[in-house]
């Protein structure tokens, strides 16, 4: 493996020593949302409240205009490879006046940034090959 990736992955420390205390963690989250098994309501319903809120916030116009946020959701929906999401921020974009030329070239912008990341993973693991044949 690199030694840079290496040196990286020693800041995280020992998971192992770290797993009780997370299933201690999530346990409690667990029986605090969950009663039976069942997901209490009252939580489900403020969860839902909150997010929406936080949502239509997000979306309104401040630096940045509701327009490019739009742009913006649907590049991010594209790249999650979200269906449901790439068509409702496909009709918003639509809506919110962006031509389909605009709207396929941000798609394009998506795909050769995506296209990018694989490109160097399979960069890092050639290399990390090459390494771990060498040693």
Known sequence: M?????????KFGNIEELQQELED???????????????QQKLA??????????????????????????LIALAVASSVHCPYCINTYSIDAFEKGWSE????ETMYVVAAVRGG????????????EQEEMAI
């Open 2 to 10: 690199n030694t840079h990736y290496k040196s990286v992955l020693q």
């Open 25 to 39: 963690k999530v346990s409690s989250c667990y029986n605090d949302i969950f009663e039976n098994g069942v997901i």
């Open 45 to 70: 319903n403020d969860f839902y409240f909150s997010y929406n809120e936080h949502y239509k916030e997000v979306f309104e116009s401040n630096y940045l205009s509701a327009r490019i946020k739009s």
């Open 101 to 104: 030329e605009q709207i396929m």
């Open 117 to 128: 990341f694989s490109k160097m993973h399979a960069i890092q693991k050639m290399n990390t």
